[in-house]
């Protein structure tokens, strides 16, 4: 059972529009959630984060929602630029299981 | 740069071989974490130590075993192997336990491939 799902493999924009990446998770118990960015032959990068107890937060280009009620949360990136071409990991992390539960990924092309 | 190291980068094997993983965590995490990435695949979760204790188990193989050391260092060991147990081996480190409020940091991983 795939408790962290993200939808989508693959996301294609045109630079300096918005990219809507999406995640949807299952397990109730998560409370805290967070992006990752990896590019080709390097490991993950932390990009951003989420508590369970706000629905949006900001850190310049990148902003993540939380619906709880949806189990569903999204990462916006504006504007969009060739150099975030990169494959998005979002995670959730459950206090109780001790560790961070990842979904498949979303590549994403920024186009020129 | 994470200050994660990982080595080797690269592991050629053959089925049947033991091989070993190695990971040198950030500076002052004391949590470490190994993951697989399997072929366009996601990140598996197999097994967190934190400060020489292992505290959470995933999807980890009776084959597959780990532990920490005094000085926080980490090793991934993989027996017995088989030709799907190639994939990317991550490893990551956090202040914390649990990922919770404390981003992990991960390494550029090990490919590891089983001929």
């Known amino acids: 059972d795939q408790q962290v799902k993200q939808n989508s493999p693959s996301l294609s924009v045109q630079e300096g529009r918005i990219s809507i990446l999406n995640c949807d998770y299952t397990n109730s118990m998560f409370d805290y959630f967070l992006w990752y960015k990896k590019y080709p032959a390097e490991g993950p990068t932390f990009l951003i984060s989420i508590s369970s107890i706000k629905d949006k937060n900001e850190d310049g280009r990148f902003t993540v929602f939380l619906n709880k009620s949806a189990k569903h949360l999204s990462l916006h990136i504006v504007p969009s630029q060739p150099g975030d071409s990169a494959v998005y990991f979002c995670?959730?992390?459950?206090?109780?299981?001790?560790?961070?539960?990842f979904g498949d990924g979303t590549t994403l092309t920024v186009k020129p | 740069d994470s200050g994660v190291t990982q080595t080797p980068k690269h592991l050629i094997t053959a089925t049947g071989q033991r091989v070993t993983l190695r990971c040198s965590p950030r500076s002052g995490d004391l949590s470490v974490y190994w993951y697989q990435q399997s072929l366009d695949q996601g990140l598996q979760f197999l097994i967190q130590?934190?400060?020489?204790?292992?505290?959470a188990k995933g999807n980890i193989l009776e084959r597959f075993s780990a532990q920490q050391f005094p000085d926080l260092h980490s090793e991934l060991n993989l027996s017995s192997l088989e030709l799907g147990d190639s994939a990317l081996y991550f490893c990551a480190s956090s202040q914390l336990t649990g990922g919770r409020n404390s981003p992990l940091h991960f390494g550029n991983g090990t490919r590891l491939t089983v001929t």
């Open positions: 995670a959730a992390s459950d206090p109780n299981a001790g560790k961070s539960t």
């Open positions: 130590y934190y400060n020489g204790e292992e505290r």
